[in-house]
């Protein structure tokens, strides 16, 4: 089955994520449960040539050498955020479908409140939350309102680039790490060279590209970005414990200066709506939460969301209360019928087959199935086996 067949044939079961792994059934996630996609087995040697497809020639080499890529595609008319991967099989997918509509926080079920998050010229915003929560798509709707009523310039640094953003009233520049920029790093220096009012950091990975964006924040910019995390204090704590302990008083003072609000988000799915939505735990930047910052007393700062109700701070537990009593919803249509819950994961037996006499890797391929010789075995030379390269 081509990859276009099985990303169509996973949207239409409404899957979040499509998972391809050779020897094994297509996976999918629905409303967060994993459940197969049919029981067809997937070759290595097709995984191979599906991933080379979606990485390209230009990028092949760095994939060989990273033994991981991430990229974004339009396939079967559905936008993809997807990362090419090695495993102990060979050669694997891991897919996200994003939204097919205009991220805005009322598509997305968020508070209407969140908005204030973007109304400072200056500050840092924190998305956060685990795997799978929504952050990026949370992120692109703090944009897009900024960029139905502001007139700004905003530089976004993402990888990839995950939605494209249609400049409105906003003047908006996209760049992709690794096609437009080498590194994050690299994009915010060049950044503060292009003028912007607004930064938009795909995700904070390491502590130099902490401590540049806390410089941006502090610079007159309004700076967001996305943090994993499963709760608004732990990212902020996650961000001071990435730096040195004879610098973390600094980075404490730092972060308390230019932090405008935390929103840390988990994926809940409403029965009765037919939809899923973020639950949020929002922590804005209020005087004492200034002070618990600066002093490093991150275990106070749920005291703070507790009390702050009043100031526009939200508990996971408050937040929930104004999901249930909303009337208005959005949800975007259903794509198709849902996957039974019946479906198992378990694969089908495979084929019987001769094993009196050694396949090479190539015929084994051929028969969808890999057998890993050792730990050790050569990464590239694995790869020209199943391509049939000499």
């Known amino acids: 089955m081509s990859l276009a067949a099985l990303i169509a044939a996973a949207k239409a079961a409404q899957a979040s994520d499509l998972h391809l792994e050779p020897g094994l059934p297509a996976c999918v996630r629905v409303r967060g449960q994993l459940r197969s996609l049919g029981s067809e087995i997937i070759g290595a040697r097709a995984l191979l040539a599906h991933a080379r497809e979606v990485v390209g020639e230009e990028r092949w080499a760095e994939f060989l050498e990273r033994r991981s890529c991430d990229v974004s595609r339009t396939i079967a008319s559905a936008r993809c955020r997807i990362n090419v991967l090695c495993t102990a099989r060979g050669v694997g997918l891991a897919i996200r479908f994003l939204a097919s509509f205009q991220a805005t926080l009322a598509h997305l079920n968020l508070h209407p409140d969140l908005a204030r998050l973007v109304q400072p010229h200056n500050g840092l915003v924190i998305v956060s939350g685990s795997t799978g929560s929504g952050k990026s798509t949370t992120l692109a709707a703090l944009v897009q309102e900024l960029n139905e009523r502001e007139r700004r310039h905003i530089v976004t640094l ?6 494209a953003l249609v400049p409105g009233q906003a003047f908006i520049r996209q760049r992709e790490i690794g096609r437009d920029t080498p590194s994050f790093e690299q994009g915010l220096y060049d950044a503060m060279r292009e003028d912007p009012d607004v930064l938009m950091v795909g995700e904070l990975r390491d502590s130099e590209t902490m401590r540049l964006t806390l410089n941006a ?5 309004l700076v967001l ?4 995390s499963s709760t608004a204090a732990e990212a902020l704590q996650r961000i001071v414990s990435a730096f040195p302990a004879e610098s973390q008083a600094g980075i404490c003072a730092q972060l308390a200066d ?6 840390c988000q988990r994926m809940r799915f409403f029965p009765e709506r037919n939809a899923r ?4 735990e929002v922590l804005l930047a209020t005087q004492p939460v200034k002070s618990m ?3 490093g007393h991150f275990f106070k700062l749920q005291t703070a969301l507790e009390t702050g109700g009043n100031e526009g701070c939200f508990t996971f537990q408050r937040y929930r209360e104004w999901m249930e009593k909303r009337s208005a919803w959005s949800a975007p249509p259903p794509e198709g019928p ?3 819950d019946e479906v198992s994961l378990v694969p089908p037996a495979p084929k019987a087959r001769n094993t009196s006499v050694k396949q090479s890797p190539a015929a084994q391929a051929a028969e969808g199935v890999l057998e890993i010789q050792s730990a050790d075995e050569d990464l590239a030379g694995l790869l020209l086996e199943l391509e049939g390269e000499e």
Do not use: D
């Open 277 to 280: 939505a973020p639950e949020c």
């Open 158 to 163: 993402e990888s990839p680039i995950e939605y």
């Open 293 to 295: 910052v600066r002093q």
């Open 338 to 340: 849902p996957v039974p």
């Open 225 to 228: 970005t996305t943090l994993h």
């Open 258 to 263: 230019c932090l405008v609000g935390v929103v």
């Open 217 to 221: 924040a502090e610079t007159g910019h």
